[in-house]
Antibody
Framework: EVQLVESGGGLVKPGESLSLSCAAS????????MSWVRQAPGKGLEWVSSITGSSSYIYYADSVKGRFTISRDNAKNSLYLQMNSLRAEDTAVYYC?????????????WGQGILVTVSS | EIVLTQSPGTLSLSPGERATLSCRASQSVNSNYLAWYQQKPGQAPRLLIYVASSRATGIPDRFSGSGSGTDFTLTISRLAPEDFAVYYC?????????FGPGTKVDIK
């Protein structure tokens, strides 16, 4: 069974940094494209970033480019999102997702989400 | 960036009725790489459809996707009580892989 478990969320002040982790299990992690998708309270879904299995291709939304860094450690079956210079508008539930197939950019599996709150 | 527009914003229907949801792209979606998701309150989204018309595993056949280029449709042939939710489209043909704003299907 595919499992994705996010951790690292919490309350931070504007301008601070936070790192999210996603522990993956139930599949060969290194084979799959992974992504982060977020959802502000009461709002719609926003794609944040994606990374291929070998980390060869990485993409970001314009809203986070230059501030967020996606990475993965295939030996640890883990996906990360380093978030710097956080803003109030980054407040959201952050979902770790896996492509349905190995090279899928869309999200076939989702974690339960982790809340990040940016507030002074 | 490809902007997705979903209509209507809210669709009020009764169980057993047919639902037709639209997703329009500001430019052609590469290879019809368009996905549909369902989200219920307090839950993570669930993939329904990918590459415009392929149903994900375990999705009932009352859900169908169609369209190409810039115009896509999600059809629910007969609404079941568990289908009342918010539906999002996403294009993944070109980065950034944008989502539409969603269509809420609620009970009339």
């Amino acid at each position: 069974e595919v499992q994705l478990v996010e951790s690292g969320g919490g309350l931070v002040k504007p301008g601070e940094s936070l790192s999210l982790s996603c522990a993956a299990s139930g599949f060969t992690f290194s084979d799959y494209t992974m992504s982060w998708v977020r959802q502000a309270p009461g709002k719609g879904l926003e794609w944040v970033s994606s990374i291929t299995g070998s980390s060869s291709y990485i993409y970001y939304a314009d809203s986070v480019k230059g501030r967020f860094t996606i990475s993965r450690d295939n030996a640890k079956n883990s996906l990360y999102l380093q978030m710097n210079s956080l803003r109030a508008e980054d407040t959201a539930v952050y979902y770790c997702t896996r492509g349905l197939y190995s090279s899928s950019w869309y999200s076939g599996y989702w974690g339960q989400g982790i809340l990040v709150t940016v507030s002074s | 960036e490809i902007v997705l527009t979903q209509s209507p914003g809210t669709l009020s229907l009764s169980p057993g009725e047919r639902a037709t949801l639209s997703c329009r792209a500001s430019q052609s979606v590469n290879s019809n790489y368009l996905a549909w998701y369902q989200q219920k309150p307090g839950q993570a989204p669930r993939l329904l459809i990918y590459v415009a018309s392929s149903r994900a595993t375990g999705i009932p056949d009352r859900f169908s996707g169609s369209g190409s280029g810039t115009d896509f449709t999600l059809t629910i042939s007969r609404l079941a009580p568990e289908d009342f939710a918010v539906y999002y489209c996403q294009q993944y043909g070109n980065s950034p892989f944008t989502f539409g704003p969603g269509t809420k299907v609620d009970i009339k």
